[in-house]
């Protein structure tokens, strides 16, 4: 049975940090590319940040760029996502997804993910 369990969520003022983690079990978690999105109330879910197989390849969507790091060690089958200059717009519930596919262009989309975590809640205040 494949399990994706987020947990580090929380509330934090803007400008604030947080550190979500993602700790897997069931799967080949090193053949897995492992993605973060998020989802806001009432708007879809979107891509957050990504992160290869071997953790050489990462892409992050704009808006986090440069505030986000993703990482993951495949010795503890976890990826986490460390979120630094917070701001209320980035208030939403944060899933980590495991992707089958060495191909890039599904990485960017939700669907393309087999599997899913239950959701970690961010909430920043301003």
């Known amino acids: 049975q494949v ?8 509330l ?3 400008g604030g940090s947080l550190r979500l983690s993602c700790q897997t079990s069931g ?3 090193s053949s897995y590319t492992m993605g973060w999105f998020r989802q806001a109330p009432g708007k879809e879910r979107e ?3 990504v992160i290869s197989t071997s953790g050489a390849i990462t892409y ?3 808006s986090v760029k440069g505030r986000f790091t993703i990482a993951r060690d495949n010795a503890k089958n976890t990826v986490a996502l460390f979120m630094s ?14 992707n089958p596919s060495l191909d890039g262009d599904t990485w960017y989309r939700p669907g393309e993910y087999e599997y899913w975590g239950q959701g970690a809640q961010v909430t920043v205040s301003s």
Do not use: K, N, R, W
């Not at 200059?85 to 495991?98: F, H, I, K, N």
């Open 85 to 98: 200059s917070l701001q209320p717009e980035d208030t939403a519930v944060y899933y980590c997804g495991a």
């Open 47 to 49: 891509f957050v940040a």
């Open 27 to 29: 799967l080949t978690f």
């Open 12 to 14: 934090v003022q803007a």
């Open 60 to 62: 992050y969507t704009i």
């Open 3 to 10: 399990q994706l369990v987020e947990s580090g969520g929380g």
